[in-house]
């Protein structure tokens, strides 16, 4: 099977600027980012999306993005910010392997 682009991020075959990484989760700045600071929590191991994704590690996965999200919108000055996760193509999901989105946000 050929890797997706998150797996080659994690396989540091392509650059990104990696803000938290562990066990099971990677996370990086988006390259194309909707608001300053937007970034990416995607889990090591592999799913598609929310359809195929198993409890735990799901549970983990929205922990872990929760946590960054805090410490990053502080770190940023931010007054809040977006979790999304698109499932499928209808729903605007471009990369079929399951990535939480960190959108911050800020009031002016
Ligand atoms: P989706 O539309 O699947 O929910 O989101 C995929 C996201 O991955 C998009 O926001 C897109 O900008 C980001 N992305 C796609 N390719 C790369 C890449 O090579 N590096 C990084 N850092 N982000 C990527």
Same mark, same amino acid.
Do not use: W
């Given at each position: 099977?050929?890797? /997706? &682009?998150?797996?080659?991020?994690?396989?540091?075959? @392509?650059?990104?600027?990696?803000?938290?990484?562990?066990? #099971? !989760?990677?996370?990086?700045?988006?390259?194309?980012?909707?608001?300053?600071?937007?970034?990416?929590?995607?889990?090591?191991?592999?799913?598609?999306?929310?359809? /195929? &994704?198993?409890?735990?590690?799901?549970?983990?996965? @929205?922990?872990?993005?929760?946590?960054?999200?805090?410490? #990053? !919108?502080?770190?940023?000055?931010?007054?809040?910010?977006?979790?999304?996760?698109?499932?499928?193509?209808?729903?605007?999901?471009?990369?079929?392997?399951?990535?939480?989105?960190?959108?911050?946000?800020?009031?002016?």
């Amino acid at each position: 099977m050929e890797r /997706d &682009i998150f797996q080659r991020i994690i396989d540091r075959d @392509i650059p990104a600027t990696i803000i938290y990484e562990d066990a #099971q !989760v990677i996370a990086f700045l988006d390259i194309d980012p909707e608001t300053k600071g937007h970034f990416l929590v995607v889990p090591k191991k592999y799913s598609e999306n929310l359809y /195929d &994704i198993k409890d735990e590690e799901l549970a983990n996965l @929205i922990l872990v993005a929760r946590n960054l999200a805090l410490e #990053q !919108v502080e770190k940023l000055n931010a007054d809040g910010f977006k979790l999304q996760i698109n499932n499928n193509e209808s729903a605007g999901q471009s990369v079929f392997r399951t990535h939480v989105h960190i959108i911050p946000c800020y009031e002016d």
